[in-house]
């Protein structure tokens, strides 16, 4: 699972991931309604249902906009699945709603390069909550599975990963876990 730790930490570096940790308090979770299992990030402003608690991580990574912090929430189930979810924060201005599909696909193309040659079996656009996303399916030469989404709302890139070695996870499990994923209200 090494190689996917690798994957993950570069793909996050090439598309300026990150995520900001934290269990929800007993009023959060009161407001959110959520599983023992769902996870709340009020910094990085989402919750998603992990199947335990992820492994947070946070790094200064020097860019062409400038230094970002980046920030990870992964949770490695086995040696060959890995649960994902990153945010990062563009400067200010950086992102408009013009140039949010041309972020999304620079975004999309980081995450692939990052993970090798591999080929996309399926992509589309996506929304969530009315903010604009790309959603792609990918297998590598390497024979790692990932299921990806992207989203931007504002500012803010968010990054949503499921990866698994030799085969796709089955589709109750992609549902399940993308349809968790939760943006919290302000």
């Known amino acids: 699972m090494n190689k996917y730790v690798l994957f993950l930490g570069l793909a996050s570096v090439s598309i300026l991931g990150a995520c900001k940790g934290g269990w929800p308090s007993k009023d959060s979770e009161k407001a959110l309604k959520s ?16 199947p335990s608690t992820p492994t947070v991580t946070k790094e200064v990574v020097p860019t062409e906009a400038g230094d970002i912090a980046m920030n990870m929430c992964m949770y490695e189930e086995s040696k060959s699945k890995v649960y994902m979810v990153a945010y990062s924060d563009y400067p200010e201005g950086m992102i408009s709603k013009s140039n949010a599909p041309e972020i999304l696909e620079g975004s999309k193309n980081g ?6 040659r591999c080929t996309v079996e399926d992509e589309s656009k996506i929304e969530k909550d009315g903010n604009p996303g790309v959603y792609f399916k990918a297998k590598s030469t390497e024979n790692y599975h990932v ?32 349809s968790s994923f939760k943006f919290l209200k302000k």
């Open 35 to 50: 599983s023992e299992k769902n996870y709340c990030n009020v910094d990085g402003n989402f919750s998603i249902a992990f």
């Open 111 to 116: 995450a692939l390069n990052s993970f090798g």
């Open 147 to 178: 299921i990806y989404h992207l989203y931007i709302v504002g500012n803010r890139l968010y990054q949503v990963g499921l990866l698994n070695d030799k085969e796709y996870p089955s589709k109750s499990e992609i549902n399940d876990y993308f």
